[in-house]
Nanobody, 124 residues
Framework: QVHLVASGGGLVQAGDSLRLSCAAS????????VGWFRQGPGKERESVAG????????LFGDSVKGRFTISRDNTKNTVYLQMNSLKPEDTAVYYC?????????????????WGQGTQVTVSS
């Protein structure tokens, strides 16, 4: 079992930055791929970013490319989502997820474990 805790959300203004963290406990998730998803008001959950276990490969959704980066520190069992140049449309609950696949899944069913979500609100 892997227990994930997402944190770092908050209320910011457009153009600001935030860094989300996804901390894992339980068995190590050093060999898991990790993804970040978000779900805005009245919207479906969408894939934001993903990273393989080594950190060598990353993937981003079209709406965040060039603004968000993802990284991981396996010594701390933590994955980070750096969000820059935030826009009001980035407002959502952000979830991290971990899965044993060596590939980055962009669908929620590709992950076995989910964090509880952290709210990001971007005001205009």
């Amino acid at each position: 079992q892997v227990h994930l805790v997402a944190s770092g959300g908050g209320l910011v203004q457009a153009g600001d930055s935030l860094r989300l963290s996804c901390a894992a406990s339980g068995r190590t998730f050093r060999t898991d791929s990790v993804g970040w998803f978000r779900q805005g008001p009245g919207k479906e959950r969408e894939s934001v970013a993903g990273i393989t276990w080594s950190g060598a490969n990353t993937l981003f959704g079209d709406s965040v490319k060039g603004r968000f980066t993802i990284s991981r520190d396996n010594t701390k069992n933590t994955v980070y989502l750096q969000m820059n140049s935030l826009k009001p449309e980035d407002t959502a609950v952000y979830y991290c997820a971990a899965g044993s696949s060596p590939f980055i899944a962009t669908m929620a069913r590709g992950y076995d474990y989910w964090g509880q979500g952290t709210q990001v609100t971007v005001s205009s």
